[in-house]
């Protein structure tokens, strides 16, 4: 044997489809007549941040054997696809810290154009700079960026890390790789309240759109709820003050109202359920890393994915607890902020369910 001649590196096989397409099957509505087509696919709910609205320092993840495997993640998505979803977001946790996910991007990416219309990503950005171009290339054309400060002092007491660069480079080599970003700020009383103009105004700059969002009463967090509540029409009052905010017909499919901002050139949207309910027009599930899947963010009720998708007949098993799903899917969200003191509204985390 030569020694001058490196021995290639095993080639990693790519993600591919376990079975074949399943048949078109009937489509996602449900009780109240609602067209699923957006999921919401989370696939770790580890991070590397602590957001302090999000997590307590001290989280409990969930063991690895829980989680979906990649391979599972594809078929999981697969079914929903067979039933009409046409847009796919990967969340998390923060996704981009699961090992191998850009070969699950890669995999779903080649059904765009065919049966899948959008991929896209929620992501805290600090991985970003490694990953964008990956990104692009596998067919993802948006991501959404969560910053809740610019201020790197401020940021790093939020997430208990100090990560603020690493996100920042994160967002420009997103732009540099042509994937549209979106901001993602949870308003935070005491904490963001005053800043929040100058982050629309910075990211408006950055030809990013913004979207404010009011903080959800999910998972025990050491803060008190009521402390970090800062409701959007109050924001949206001292915004108009500097700026002429007029209404948007621009809608993503998510539950943002969007308006535009004369003076900046940029939109930017509200997520508000406490102070305005986007119920009616849903159109989404939401499933966890261990398969779990939840009909409604702000409600309790669960169906069980994973042992349809384990089970001796995981197609018929997965359309059956898809139509399980449909059926106990809520009309609204029962969101209340928390009486002070009071155990959370919901136990679980939103790093579960991905936002
Ligand atoms: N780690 C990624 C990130 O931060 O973008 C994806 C998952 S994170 C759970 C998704 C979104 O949920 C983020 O924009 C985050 O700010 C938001 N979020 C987390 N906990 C929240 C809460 N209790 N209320 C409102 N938004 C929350
Ligand atoms: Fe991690 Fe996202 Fe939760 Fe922050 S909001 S702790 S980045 S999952």
Redesign the pocket.
Same mark, same amino acid.
């Given at each position: 044997m030569n020694d001058n001649v490196p021995t290639p590196a095993p080639r990693k096989p790519d993600l591919i489809l376990l079975r074949d397409p399943v048949e078109a099957q009937p489509p996602l509505v449900d009780a109240f007549q609602r067209r699923i087509t957006y999921l919401r696919l989370s696939v770790t709910d580890r991070?590397d941040?602590r957001?302090s609205?999000?997590m307590p320092e001290r989280m409990t993840f969930l063991p690895k054997k829980d989680v979906l495997t990649l391979e599972e993640l594809y078929d999981l998505a697969t079914g929903f696809i067979a039933r009409g979803v046409t847009k796919i977001r990967i %969340?998390?946790?923060?996704?981009l810290v699961r090992r191998d996910i850009i070969d699950l991007f890669t995999a779903l990416g080649r059904r765009l154009g065919h049966d899948l219309a959008e991929l896209t990503l929620? %992501?805290?950005g600090t991985q970003l700079a490694s990953h964008a171009e990956a990104l692009a290339k596998a067919g993802v054309r948006r991501v959404?960026?969560?910053l809740?400060t610019l201020d790197r002092a401020k940021f790093a007491a939020l997430t208990r890390r100090d990560s603020l660069g690493q996100v920042l480079e994160g967002i420009a080599a997103a732009k540099a790789a042509g994937l549209k970003v979106k901001l993602?700020a949870?308003a935070l009383k005491g904490v963001n309240e005053e800043e929040l103009p100058d982050l629309v105004a910075w990211g408006h700059g950055q030809g990013h759109d913004v979207t404010l969002?009011?903080?959800?009463?999910?998972?025990d967090?050491e803060e008190e709820r009521l402390d970090q509540y800062l409701p959007l029409d109050a924001v949206r009052q001292r915004l108009e003050q500097r700026w002429t905010l007029t209404e948007s017909n621009y809608a993503t499919g998510g539950p943002s109202r969007y308006v535009d901002i004369a003076e900046t050139g940029g939109r930017l949207g509200f997520i508000t359920p406490h102070t305005n309910n986007f119920c009616a027009g849903c159109n989404r599930l939401r499933v966890t890393a261990t398969g779990q899947l939840y009909p409604c963010l702000g409600g309790g009720e669960r169906v069980d994915l994973r042992a349809a998708l384990r089970s001796d007949a995981p197609e018929a098993n997965l359309a059956a607890a898809l139509d399980e799903a449909l059926r106990i899917k809520p009309e609204k969200h029962h969101f209340r902020m928390d009486a002070r003191g009071a155990a959370p509204a919901l136990a679980r985390?939103?790093?579960m369910t991905?936002?």
């Open positions: 991070c941040l957001c609205y999000c %969340t998390g946790g923060e996704p929620t %992501t805290n959404n960026v969560s809740d993602n949870v969002i009011e903080v959800m009463p999910l998972g967090v985390h939103m790093s991905g936002g």
